[in-house]
Nanobody, 121 residues
Framework: QVQPIESGGGLVQAGGSLRLSCAASGRTVTSYAMGWFRQAPGKKREFVAALNWSGSNRLYSDSVKGRFTISRGNAKNTAYLQMNSLKPEETAVYYC??????????????WGQGTQVTVSS
């Protein structure tokens, strides 16, 4: 069993930055890809970024490419999402997940509870 736990959300002004963290417990967590998704009120959960188990490959949604960076800690059981130049429309609950190295939510087996990110205009 893998349990991701997110932290680092909060309120930031448009154009600002936040760094989200995801600490995942579980003996086999280092063999999973880590992904970040977000869900705004009334909208579907959408893919943001993913990192494969070794940290050698990354995927980003077009909307965040060049502004967000996903990374993994040295111990491989922690993932980070550095978010720069944030926009008000990126206000959402951000979820960390562990699973396959894909962009679809169905490919991830383990999900955190989410952390709220609010970007004010």
């Amino acid at each position: 069993q893998v349990q991701p736990i997110e932290s680092g959300g909060g309120l930031v002004q448009a154009g600002g930055s936040l760094r989200l963290s995801c600490a995942a417990s579980g003996r086999t967590v280092t063999s999973y890809a880590m992904g970040w998704f977000r869900q705004a009120p009334g909208k579907k959960r959408e893919f943001v970024a993913a990192l494969n188990w070794s940290g050698s490959n990354r995927l980003y949604s077009d909307s965040v490419k060049g502004r967000f960076t996903i990374s993994r800690g040295n111990a491989k059981n922690t993932a980070y999402l550095q978010m720069n130049s944030l926009k008000p429309e990126e206000t959402a609950v951000y979820y960390c997940a562990a699973g396959l190295f894909v962009t679809t939510a169905g490919g991830y087996d383990y999900w955190g509870q989410g952390t709220q990110v609010t970007v004010s205009s």
